[in-house]
């Protein structure tokens, strides 16, 4: 990528300028312009706009300027981490699947014939070896599991796992270890990216595996060479066999003897002792009300990216005891629900939610805080009292504002909403298929704090709608639902 210095003195020279005569056209200071394109001085926000109108752009040359400007300001390994981030928002839907056809079209090896210790080749045969041995195993075992130590910012790592994602797998229990990584080495970019990859490669599995799940993990830096010298440095173990894992994921071990099987599970077992809790699995959003609602309202973050608006602020009682159903949690839902609308009106930021989001609330009446289960879905007069609380709160500068991503910059597929408990737990909850919502409380530090700077970064990438845009869209639903009644 060309640096913003290397992109001036392209676009000053291209549009028929000196740095005198551009200087002279912008008011800019001569010397100052100077130092910035020698890497003396870095750019301001002033200096870029008041060059910008002097040059002839084409909306993928603006881009790339813009971009080019950030990564001055930032700096690259941030900048990079921001960009890892933002795939995960535009994840493919099709990778987030739930089938009730059959997950796995190969034949399920008879694993009754294996031998005690047997070498095998290629991915998709280790795919179908831990797909054989996990259904045997959830046939035949009263507690089935699954435990990994493995490299999951590997691209074949969620690969191992996709003929998982099938209700056969329900009883399964699975527990991940990896290996994060605290500071930069080898000359590569800031380690919050492997961090990240890792977290890309897991969400597919979060969503669609209909068992329960953990992740742990452990901080270590990274070795190379005594990784590459392992044969096979990564394994699987389940409740029958051991699947161990060359670096590259294209050859395995599989051992199914007895006094093997309890060594490798002994030394896992002794390994979590060790490891941190990333996640422990989804939480109900009872367990989510009781985070937010401990949580002093000074200590929110200035911007939460959400699938919907704020729905709940809005709430009166009356709304909650209309489409509350009736569950064993009902009421102390309810108690919960009035704590966290008292507390809402006394924050004041800004959160930024997706079109599919708003779609949903306003075509459907769906708030996907709440599964169909606990909650009904909103009639058209409700969604209009709501959406104009939007558009008021919007035209008030002493209230939470509520801005559209724009679709045209960041593409949302993945529905996913970020809420931050500080100080170092991140929520991510995650509409799944069913159109029910999963609630996944991340606990790493580092993980979270990127995951926040990019959220608070998100207007300046310019990936937010303005108050006026994003009022235009609350009216367009407005007048729709209005049509309807």
Known sequence: MNTIQ????????????????????????????????????????DLYDK???????????????????????????????????????????STLYQTEEAPYDAAVSNIESWSDCMLIQGTYQIVNAIYSVALKNVTTEE????????????????IFFKPLYHPAFEPLHVKHLIEYQK??????????IHNIQIL?????????????????????????????????????????????????????????DKAIHEYYLHNYEQLLTRSNALTSGAQTPLDLLNVLNGVDPSLNYPICLN?????EKYLTPEMIDKYMLESPYKEAIRAKLLERISQLTKERHTILFTMEGLKLFAEEGKNVNFPDTLADRFDITDRIYILHKFVEANQN???????????A????????????????MTFLMLVRNDGNSMILPLEEHTLCSSIMDFIQTLPEYGFVCSIEETNRYLTEEIEQLKNQL
């Not at 084409?58 to 941030?78: C, H, N, T, V, W």
């Not at 329960?212 to 990274?222: G, K």
């Open 51 to 93: 060059l910008l109108p002097f040059f002839s752009l084409s909306p993928i040359d603006k881009e790339e300027l813009y971009q080019a400007f950030l990564i001055e300001q930032i700096g690259m390994d941030r900048f990079q981490t921001h960009m890892q981030i933002k795939r995960i928002l535009e994840m493919s839907a």
């Open 200 to 256: 890309t490669n897991l969400l597919p599995s979060f969503v669609a595996f209909p068992g329960t799940f953990e992740v742990h993990y452990y901080y270590s830096a990274r070795n190379r060479f005594k990784q590459l010298a392992t044969a096979f440095p990564y394994y699987v173990i389940t409740n029958t066999h051991v699947i161990l894992l060359s670096p590259t994921y294209e050859t395995a071990m599989i051992l199914s």
């Open 409 to 424: 910059k960041i593409h949302t597929s993945l529905n996913i909403s970020i809420a931050f408990a500080p100080p170092s």
């Open 307 to 311: 699938i919907q608006p704020t729905i």
């Open 6 to 45: 290397e992109l001036l003195k392209h676009y000053i020279e291209s549009n028929g300028y000196t740095v005198y005569s551009i200087s002279q056209r912008s008011g800019i200071n001569r010397t100052t312009l100077q130092k910035v394109l020698s890497k003396q001085r870095k750019i301001t926000k």
């Open 143 to 158: 507690q089935p599991f699954l435990y990994t130590f493995a490299d999951m910012s590997h691209p074949y790592a969620s």
């Open 183 to 192: 500071t930069q080495i080898d000359g590569e970019n800031y380690d919050n």
């Open 397 to 407: 500068d002493s209230d939470n504002h509520f801005l559209l991503l724009d679709p």
